[in-house]
């Protein structure tokens, strides 16, 4: 069936670096949304991306429906972008989402 | 602006126990609606869809169920709580089948 694999499951960068992270799926995917979990819990949208590449700040997301994978960029790292982020992929043959296991960012001094 | 609300917060209900969640969308008209769940350390499952009032898709078997009484509005339901019901319930909704889905604050529940 329809699965995400998301990497890495946690990430620590210094100030000012950047990294990237990666979902992977099984099936060709319609659309990809990545999230940031909220401090209660609840998620925050980041991008939204049927095709192609959005960038928003120091972020940037690129999705690739042919060969089945997403990636968020952070560039230049801040304290306040430490959380958990999740892709979630849309499949193309139902109404089914299926979402990432997680990514926890923590951003260090 | 679209608003969307959840009830209750959080719930401690016994097993056993009858459990409505409910979900409100305000400023939009027709939304699509969806319920996830993420057990405790687990990972977001989308529960149910509904794209018209009245009408609700199944995508994962837990026992749940969900009504769609109002155009603006998601119950998710049991009549029996079972321990692996605990977890946190989150509603989203979206315009149509190709747009970003935009989610409701949840309800953290506990089943002893």
């Known amino acids: 069936g329809d699965q995400v694999e998301q990497s890495p499951s946690a990430l620590s960068l210094h100030e000012g670096t950047g990294s990237a992270l990666r979902c992977n799926f099984t099936?060709?995917?319609?659309?990809v949304q990545w999230f940031r979990k909220n401090s209660r819990g609840s998620l925050i949208n980041l991008f939204y991306?049927?095709?192609g590449t959005k960038e928003n700040g120091r972020l940037k997301s690129a999705f690739d429906s042919k060969e089945r994978y997403s990636t968020l960029h952070i560039r230049d790292a801040q304290l306040e972008d430490s959380g958990t982020y999740f892709c979630?992929?849309?499949?193309?043959?139902?109404?089914?989402?299926?979402f990432g296991t997680g990514t926890r960012l923590q951003v260090l001094p | 602006a679209q608003t969307i609300h959840q009830w209750p917060v959080a719930e401690i209900k016994a097993v056993g126990s009858p459990l409505s969640l409910g979900c409100t969308i305000k400023?939009?008209?027709?939304?699509?609606l969806y319920w996830y769940w993420q057990a405790t350390g687990g990972t977001l499952q989308q529960l149910f869809y509904?794209?018209?009032?009245?009408?609700v898709e199944s995508v994962v078997q837990l026992n749940l169920s969900a009504s769609r009484p109002k155009d603006d509005q998601f119950i998710l339901s049991t009549e029996k709580l079972l321990l692996s019901h605990s977890g946190f319930y989150l509603c989203?909704?979206?315009?149509?089948?190709?747009?970003?889905?935009?989610f409701g604050p949840g309800t953290r529940l506990t089943v002893l």
């Open positions: 989203a909704w979206r315009d149509y089948n190709y747009a970003e889905q935009f």
């Open positions: 099936t060709t995917m319609r659309a």
């Open positions: 991306l049927a095709s």
């Open positions: 979630a992929a849309e499949s193309s043959n139902t109404n089914k989402v299926v």
């Open positions: 400023g939009k008209s027709s939304p699509n």
């Open positions: 509904s794209i018209t009032v009245g009408q």
